[in-house]
Every structure is written in C-alpha cells, then in structure tokens.
C-alpha cells in the first residue's frame, strides 16, 4: 500500500499545491505601510489567502499578539483561530537586506507556505519571497 497517497487522501494536503502567488495590491500598500510605520523595528504578519485553481491568493493580513524590536519580531501562534490556515508569514529587516537569517529559515520551515521579507528602504522593490525552503519565490501583484 502507497502510505503517502492514503496520507494525501486522509488529510486533503493535495490541496494545498500550487503554481503561483498573487498578492493583492492593497496586501503589498499594508506591507509597505506597517514597515514604514514600525522602524526601527520589525512587524510580522501572517498572509491571509486560499488557493483556487493551483493559485495561492493573499487578500489579507492576520496580526497576533506578540513582540518586536529592531533585532527581531516574535509572535503567538497559539492565538491563531483553529479554522485559520496559516499560508506564510511577511516581516520586515530594519537594514538594508532581505535575505532571510537562520531564524527566518527555521520559521519558514514550521509555519506557512509563502514567506516574504522587506527591508530599508520600504518599497516594493525592497520585498523578496520564499518558499518554506528559504528559496527564492515568484509573486505577481494583483488589482
């Protein structure tokens, strides 16, 4: 018996898989807005979204409960509703990188699908996208 077909069967990850990501452009204003507004510290969120037709779509922004500073943003996951998927994560680096540290990777890795980061100088050329893996993904920005 293929467990891991009975496994996708069971537990519905199938649906889950997809080709590509759009971001609302109202989701990217808010990214660049709450960057902006919390240096020199951090702001996490997690990506509100659905995926449709192999497209992971992100409408919104969930904020927990939780910590920032300008070494690093903390959150409580815990608090997240029971019913709420959690697609990824975007924070921001009060610095002029966006390169994901080791920390980043171990979040990626646990929590989501899709991960963005932005740094100095906010703008959206600032922002860069991974997968849970920590590499490099494509994102369109949608009307």
């Known amino acids: ?6 496994f996708l069967k069971i537990f519905g990850t199938n649906s889950f ?8 452009q109202e989701v990217i204003d808010s990214i660049l807005w709450y960057a902006q507004s919390s240096d020199p ?8 979204g659905k995926i449709e ?7 919104g922004l969930i ?4 910590e920032s500073s300008g070494e690093g943003a903390i959150m409580n996951t815990g608090m997240l509703p029971t ?10 680096h009060p610095g002029p990188s966006a390169m994901p ?5 171990f979040t990626f890795a646990r929590m989501g699908l899709f991960h963005m980061i932005i740094c ?15 590499e490099s993904a494509d994102f369109q920005i949608i009307p």
Do not use: C, Q
């Open 41 to 48: 510290n951090e702001f996490i969120a997690l990506f509100d």
């Open 101 to 105: 540290s080791e920390t980043d990777l």
């Open 63 to 66: 904020f927990l409960p939780g």
């Open 120 to 134: 100095r100088p906010y703008e959206e050329e600032n922002i860069m996208s991974y997968n849970r893996y920590g």
């Open 17 to 24: 898989k997809f080709k590509e990501v759009h971001i609302d």
């Open 53 to 59: 037709k192999e497209i992971l779509h992100i409408f």
């Open 83 to 92: 019913m709420t998927h959690n697609w990824g994560s975007v924070h921001s």
């Open 1 to 6: 018996m293929d467990w891991s077909k009975l």
